[in-house]
């Protein structure tokens, strides 16, 4: 079956880069998708087809495509983006969804 | 405003079966693909099932396949998911997702409801 690759975790400080990769076989081919979950809350979506953001999202959230890896970019990272990340797309097969394992980012 | 209401979740034996809803309002539902995805006490999250805007085709992730049945009904705004011989892996916060499917290569979740939690134990 498809799977999507992430870190189990990543660390910054206020105000620098994270960089959270999501590796998966298919890629190349079917978009990317990233979600972000704070506690007891459910997921919200912050990109869409592998680099765009809806509205609302802040713009320091960015997301890039390159081979069989995706990337979500938080520039300037806040204590507000602590928060689990997790990457999605679908098997080329059919709209079977397959999520990565998620990526908790923690804001030192 | 969208918003999507899960309820009937609880606690369920093994063997057993429960009845999910989701009361979808803010949005026509039967322009949507919808979707289950659930979530383990401290796991990831896990997508379960997905049903076309006429409820025509359905899609399980093979975990699932045979115990659980996605359905819908357009003119009372509800999807629902029928789960039988639950298993204690069956655990999980289950959420109702709003699908977009702009492409053939394209299916995600815009909205989300707040989550039914399921406990299947004796």
């Known amino acids: 079956s498809y799977e999507l690759t992430q870190p189990p975790s990543v660390s910054v400080s206020p105000g620098q880069t994270a960089r959270i990769t999501c590796s998966g076989d298919?890629?190349?081919?079917?978009?990317a998708y990233w979600y972000q979950q704070k506690p007891g809350q459910a997921p919200v979506l912050v990109i869409y087809?592998?680099?765009e953001r809806p509205s609302g999202i802040p713009e320091r959230l960015s997301g890039s495509s390159s081979g069989t890896t995706v990337t979500l970019t938080i520039s300037g990272v806040q204590a507000e983006d602590e928060a689990d990340y997790y990457c999605?797309?679908?098997?080329?097969?059919?709209?079977?969804?397959?999520f990565g394992g998620g990526t908790k980012l923690t804001v030192l | 405003e969208v918003q999507l209401v899960e309820s009937g979740g609880g606690l369920a034996q093994p063997g057993g079966s429960l009845r999910l809803s989701c009361a979808a309002s803010?949005?026509?539902?039967?322009?949507?693909?919808m979707s289950w995805v659930r979530q383990a006490p401290g796991k990831g999250l896990e997508w379960v099932a997905n049903?076309?805007?006429?409820?025509?085709?359905?899609y399980y992730v093979d975990s699932v396949k045979g115990r659980f049945t996605i359905s819908r009904d357009n003119a009372k705004n509800s999807l629902y998911l029928q789960m039988s011989s639950l298993r204690a892996e069956d655990t999980a916060v289950y959420y109702c997702?709003?699908?977009?499917?702009?492409?053939?290569?394209?299916?995600?979740?815009?909205?989300w409801g707040q989550g039914t939690l399921v406990t299947v134990s004796s």
């Open positions: 997702a709003r699908a977009r499917v702009p492409t053939a290569a394209s299916y995600y979740f815009d909205y």
């Open positions: 803010g949005f026509i539902l039967s322009r949507n693909w």
């Open positions: 049903i076309k805007q006429d409820g025509s085709e359905k």
């Open positions: 298919a890629l190349p081919k079917q978009y």
């Open positions: 087809k592998d680099s």
């Open positions: 999605q797309s679908v098997d080329s097969s059919g709209p079977y969804v397959v």
